[in-house]
């Protein structure tokens, strides 16, 4: 079973960056295809963004286009999310997904095509 670390997150002010690290236990992580989700108290689960298993092409919601950055390192088993020009309204538990979805379909993913690690809390003071 494929078990995920999310860490990374904590306060910053708006306008202020963060990178979330995604630490994956998996014997072949280059196969899965991963994925950052976002949810905030009494909101949905929000996708963030997404990349392929090679993390080549990569995917993003319009609303941090241009600001966040998903990578991915199969050599150490690891995912990032950097994060610049933060905004408060994007305060939430951020969550990191595996899946043998492909990356352009995991914006749409059922919750159950994936394993979620347990998230890592983001704060963004205005």
């Known amino acids: 079973q494929v078990q995920l670390v999310e860490s990374g997150g904590g306060l910053v002010q708006s306008g202020g960056s963060l990178r979330l690290t995604c630490a994956a236990s998996?014997?072949?992580?280059?196969?899965?295809?991963m994925g950052w989700f976002r949810q905030a108290p009494w909101k949905e689960r929000e996708f963030v963004a997404a990349?392929?298993?090679?993390?080549?092409?990569?995917y993003y919601a319009d609303s941090v286009k241009g600001r966040f950055t998903i990578s991915r390192d199969n050599g150490k088993n690891a995912v990032y999310l950097q994060m610049n020009s933060l905004k408060p309204e994007e305060a939430a538990v951020y969550y990191c997904a595996a899946t043998g979805v492909p990356g352009y379909r995991i914006a749409t993913m059922s919750h159950d095509q994936a394993y979620w690690g347990k998230g890592t809390l983001v704060n963004v003071s205005s």
């Open positions: 990349c392929s298993w090679s993390g080549e092409s990569t």
């Open positions: 998996a014997q072949s992580f280059s196969s899965y295809a």
